[in-house]
Nanobody
Framework: QVQLVESGGGLVQAGGSLRLSCAAS????????MGWFRQAPGKEREFVAA????????YYTDSAKGRFTISRDSAKNTVYLQMNSLKPEDTAVYYC??????????????????WGQGTQVTVSS
């Protein structure tokens, strides 16, 4: 069993920055991916970023490229999402997840089996 706990959400104004953290505990595996997804009210859950725990390869949704950075601290079993130049459209509940998606489907939330509780990110205009 893997437990994921997100933190770092909050309220910021447009153009501001926020760093989300996701700490993993319990049983972990040597090869898995961790991803950040977000869901705004009335919208489907969407992929934001992902990282391979084994080799550190990163993946981003187009809207996040150049603004968001996903990183890891293997010693702490923690993944981070640094969000800069935040926009109101980034407002959502952000979820940390882990799973074993085929590379082709690394952006697909249904491929992830472990989920955190979510942390609210609100960006004011």
């Amino acid at each position: 069993q893997v437990q994921l706990v997100e933190s770092g959400g909050g309220l910021v104004q447009a153009g501001g920055s926020l760093r989300l953290s996701c700490a993993a505990s319990g049983r972990t595996f040597s090869r898995y991916a961790m991803g950040w997804f977000r869901q705004a009210p009335g919208k489907e859950r969407e992929f934001v970023a992902a990282i391979s725990w084994n080799n550190g390869n990163t993946y981003y949704t187009d809207s996040a490229k150049g603004r968001f950075t996903i990183s890891r601290d293997s010693a702490k079993n923690t993944v981070y999402l640094q969000m800069n130049s935040l926009k109101p459209e980034d407002t959502a509940v952000y979820y940390c997840s882990a799973g074993y998606p085929p590379l082709t489907f690394i952006r697909d939330y249904v491929q992830y089996v472990y989920w955190g509780q979510g942390t609210q990110v609100t960006v004011s205009s």
